[in-house]
Nanobody, 130 residues
Framework: QLQLVESGGGLVQPGESLRLSCAVSGFVSGITLDNYAAGWIRQAPGKEREGISC????????YYGDSVKGRITISRDNAKNTVYLQMNSLQPEDSAVYYC???????????????????RGQGTQVTVSS
């Protein structure tokens, strides 16, 4: 069973940046992060969870939701078993719990659907407020 642990959330002011990290562990022999596409999901208070980004492999295709396109960058370092989300120009509407998630095989099919993933972390809170 994989464990996904997010970090890097916090309270920031509008216009500021945050970099979220997701450390993945628990791979069984022969399986690595390479076998999974990685995504980020968020859930704001009173709203449905939404997939906001996905990356298929190291340097693979990246996908972004319309609400965050141009402001966030997803990346991954398979050697470190870590997935990242760089978020810039944060706005109050970005306040949410952010979850990283994995799905096998390593394709971002149906990535915007939070139910499409096999594993998800416990989340990290991001609050954007002045």
């Amino acid at each position: 069973q994989l464990q996904l642990v997010e970090s890097g959330g916090g309270l920031v002011q509008p216009g500021e940046s945050l970099r979220l990290s997701c450390a993945v562990s628990g791979f069984v022999s022969g399986i690595t992060l390479d076998n999974y596409a990685a995504g980020w999901i968020r859930q704001a208070p009173g709203k449905e969870r939404e997939g906001i980004s996905c990356i298929s492999t190291n340097d693979g295709p990246q996908y972004y939701g319309d609400s965050v396109k141009g402001r966030i960058t997803i990346s991954r370092d398979n050697a470190k078993n870590t997935v990242y989300l760089q978020m810039n120009s944060l706005q109050p509407e970005d306040s949410a719990v952010y979850y990283c998630a994995l799905v096998a095989p390593a394709y971002c099919l149906n990535w915007e659907n939070h139910n499409a993933y096999d594993y998800r972390g416990q989340g990290t809170q991001v609050t954007v407020s002045s």
